[in-house]
């Protein structure tokens, strides 16, 4: 079995909250060393966005919540208070030994502590400096500050998610989970796996990567914002509503709901005959897949009544029996509880200082070759600060202490 694909890669990793953190994490997983820069005392931003925490075994209050765990393991924290001339000093000497500097202060916030692309790129020219901010590096709104819901509302995802117009309760909805956030989080993986690819195959180049939320979002629409860029006019909401194939979207049945994709005429034709009307697929107004797009209000009624008269169990039956994409609307209960999730393996435990373990999400990559085996728990705060600028830096205990006194780290 080979060493894991970033082994030997070391990150020195100044974001916070969610997009770069799940980025680095990303990385870490993939055998990065990533080396977590945090405030001292406080802490990544995260650490403070509420409850659930972990039970600290003295019953105290403690920051470790689910919101940094999610995005935080296999990674060592440094406390370092970069606002001091110390600190600013320290983050210079560890960027000496990385490949990669990740950031996501506001724009030019770090060039007051000469931190920036330009002084950290003077002491290491080969180094990928990766910038993940909201509006990016340019642009009349690049000072700006803001968090997901910003993007969701700001980047045309809040106009097309939600109820229909006429329903109860229609009007722009957020998407439940920071999704902006995770996307972003893989482009900037993305980015800085081709930045670290460049600079191997052409002589040490090293480069300034600026990756946001609002071109996030805006690219990730890709068919709903095709629409517009072909005919000028925005797609309506259409709740769960697909929005290719029809018919398309959760239905109830006697028990609970389901949710159904037919995508082509052949599919339409078998759940026709699943659901005990097959002459609907001989309809005129039903035949082809846009005839069913234009009639879709009609056919998603008729569908509507059809399921309504058994249960979530039989139809699943019955509908995959027939090769028709379809899946029950689970919560995170069922998600766990699936036997295909299961082996599948997507919780994974680690052992964590504050119990026996600890439930974590694995990463969604499988390799044949570089499969990732270790998964280590996200660091107490400041967990691995003496062992990093000892071992790395070569700081003495006296020199240690002495930053320690000064709240430099």
Same mark, same amino acid.
């Given at each position: 079995?080979?060493?894991?694909?970033?082994?030997?890669?070391?990150?020195?990793?100044?974001?916070?909250v969610?997009?770069?953190?799940?980025s680095?994490q990303?990385?870490?997983?993939?055998?990065?060393?990533?080396?977590?820069?945090?405030?001292?005392?406080?802490g990544?931003?995260?650490?403070?966005?509420?409850p659930?925490?972990?039970?600290?075994? /003295?019953?105290?209050?403690?920051?470790?919540?689910?919101?940094?765990?999610?995005?935080?393991?296999?990674?060592?924290?440094?406390?370092?208070?970069?606002?001091? =001339?110390?600190?600013?000093?320290?983050? %210079?000497?560890?960027?000496?030994?990385?490949?990669?500097?990740?950031?996501?202060?506001?724009?030019?916030?770090?060039? %007051?502590?000469?931190?920036?692309? !330009?002084?950290?790129?003077? #002491?290491?020219?080969g180094?990928?400096? @990766?910038?993940?901010?909201?509006?990016?590096?340019?642009?009349p709104?690049? =000072? %700006?500050?803001?968090?997901d819901a910003?993007? &969701?509302?700001m980047g +045309?995802?809040?106009?097309?998610?939600?109820h229909?117009?006429?329903?109860?309760?229609?009007?722009?909805?957020?998407?439940?989970p920071?999704?902006v956030?995770?996307m972003?989080?893989m482009? $900037?993986? #993305?980015?800085?796996?081709?930045?670290l690819?460049?600079?191997?195959?052409?002589?040490g &180049?090293?480069?300034h990567?600026?990756?946001?939320?609002?071109? $996030?979002?805006?690219?990730?629409?890709? *068919?709903?914002?095709?629409?517009?860029?072909v005919?000028?006019?925005?797609?309506p909401?259409?709740g769960?509503?697909?929005?290719?194939?029809?018919?398309?979207?959760?239905?109830? @049945?006697?028990d609970? !709901?389901?949710?159904?994709?037919?995508?082509?005429?052949? &599919?339409?034709?078998?759940?026709?005959?699943?659901?005990g009307? =097959?002459?609907?697929?001989?309809?005129?107004?039903f035949?082809?897949?846009?005839?069913?797009?234009v *009639?879709?209000? !009609?056919?998603?009624?008729?569908?509507?009544?059809?399921?309504?008269?058994?249960?979530?169990?039989?139809?699943?039956?019955k509908?995959?029996e027939?090769?028709i994409?379809?899946?029950?609307?689970n919560?995170?209960?069922?998600?766990?509880a699936?036997?295909?999730? &299961?082996?599948?393996?997507?919780?994974?435990?680690?052992?964590?200082k504050?119990?026996?373990?600890?439930?974590?999400?694995?990463?969604?990559?499988?390799f044949?070759?570089?499969?990732? $085996?270790?998964?280590?728990?996200?660091?107490?705060?400041?967990e *691995?600060?003496?062992?990093?600028?000892?071992?790395?830096?070569?700081?003495? /205990?006296?020199?240690?202490?002495?930053?320690?006194?000064? +709240?430099?780290?």
């Open positions: 079995m080979s060493a894991l694909p970033l082994s030997g890669i070391r990150i020195l990793d100044l974001t916070r969610l997009a770069g953190p799940l680095a990303m990385l870490g997983d993939l055998g990065a060393e990533v080396i977590k820069v945090e405030r001292p005392g406080t990544d931003d995260a650490r403070a966005f509420g659930p925490y972990l039970v600290d075994p /003295e019953g105290k209050a403690n920051n470790n919540n689910s919101f940094y765990l999610c995005a935080n393991r296999n990674k060592k924290s440094v406390t370092v208070n970069i606002a001091t =001339p110390e600190g600013q000093e320290i983050i %210079r000497e560890l960027a000496k030994t990385v490949d990669v500097f990740m950031e996501n202060y506001k724009v030019g916030d770090l060039k %007051r502590y000469g931190l920036d692309y !330009e002084s950290i790129r003077k #002491i290491n020219p180094v990928i400096y @990766c910038s993940v901010t909201g509006f990016g590096q340019t642009g709104y690049a =000072p %700006r500050a803001g968090y910003i993007f &969701q509302a +045309g995802l809040m106009s097309v998610t939600g229909m117009d006429g329903e109860p309760g229609a009007g722009p909805m957020k998407v439940g920071s999704i956030d995770y972003t989080g482009n $900037t993986s #993305i980015g800085i796996l081709s930045a690819y460049h600079r191997k195959v052409n002589g &180049q090293g480069q990567i600026d990756v946001c939320l609002l071109d $996030t979002v805006i690219a990730s629409l890709s *068919h709903y914002a095709q629409i517009f860029l005919n000028g006019k925005s797609p909401r259409r769960t509503w697909g929005n290719g194939g029809m018919p398309a979207g959760v239905f109830r @049945c006697s609970g !709901e389901l949710m159904l994709v037919v995508g082509n005429d052949a &599919q339409f034709a078998r759940t026709c005959a699943v659901l009307a =097959p002459e609907l697929a001989t309809n005129p107004k035949l082809k897949n846009n005839d069913r797009v *009639h879709g209000k !009609e056919i998603m009624a008729i569908y509507a009544g059809l399921f309504l008269k058994d249960t979530v169990a039989h139809w699943l039956t509908l995959e027939a090769g994409p379809c899946g029950p609307v919560d995170f209960a069922h998600v766990f699936d036997p295909h999730v &299961q082996e599948r393996g997507m919780r994974v435990k680690v052992k964590h504050f119990g026996p373990e600890l439930s974590l999400i694995r990463n969604a990559l499988t044949s070759e570089t499969p990732i $085996t270790e998964y280590r728990a996200p660091p107490l705060l400041g *691995h600060t003496r062992e990093i600028l000892s071992s790395t830096l070569g700081y003495d /205990e006296a020199r240690l202490e002495a930053l320690k006194k000064q +709240g430099v780290i």
